[in-house]
Nanobody
Framework: VQLQASGGGLVQAGGSLRLSCTASGSISSINAMNWYRQAPGKQRELVAASTNVGTTNYADSVKGRFTISRDNAKSTVYLQMDSLKPEDTAVYYC?????????????WGQGTLVTVSS
């Protein structure tokens, strides 16, 4: 099983980016698909979460600016990030809780760097 994240880059404050993360492999079902981030010198934090029934949750710091969505047919989760701020600068990681060969467990993507300049 692999999670491949993409879409990071350098953007000016107020700009937008869209992250994507696709799961591949012998996946029976996908439950949660979330986005986390880790800024330099800080702990990894949950940014946005989505369940397989469409429930979403966001960190207070990104509510109203970020939107998580999923394309279950493509096993892909997206993070639309608008009105970006310098404090959003971090490595963004996708996480998925998958069922693979009857075993449910979590998997991490490799991370994609988002840099927001002021």
């Amino acid at each position: 099983v692999q999670l491949q994240a993409s879409g990071g880059g350098l953007v000016q404050a107020g700009g937008s980016l869209r992250l994507s993360c696709t799961a591949s492999g012998s996946i029976s079902s996908i439950n949660a698909m979330n986005w986390y981030r880790q800024a330099p010198g800080k702990q990894r934090e949950l940014v946005a979460a989505s369940t397989n029934v469409g429930t979403t949750n966001y960190a207070d710091s990104v509510k109203g600016r970020f939107t998580i969505s999923r394309d279950n047919a493509k096993s892909t989760v997206y993070l639309q990030m608008d009105s970006l701020k310098p404090e959003d600068t971090a490595v963004y990681y996708c996480y998925a809780y998958l069922v693979v060969q009857a075993l449910a467990q979590g998997y991490w993507g490799q991370g994609t760097l988002v840099t927001v300049s002021s």
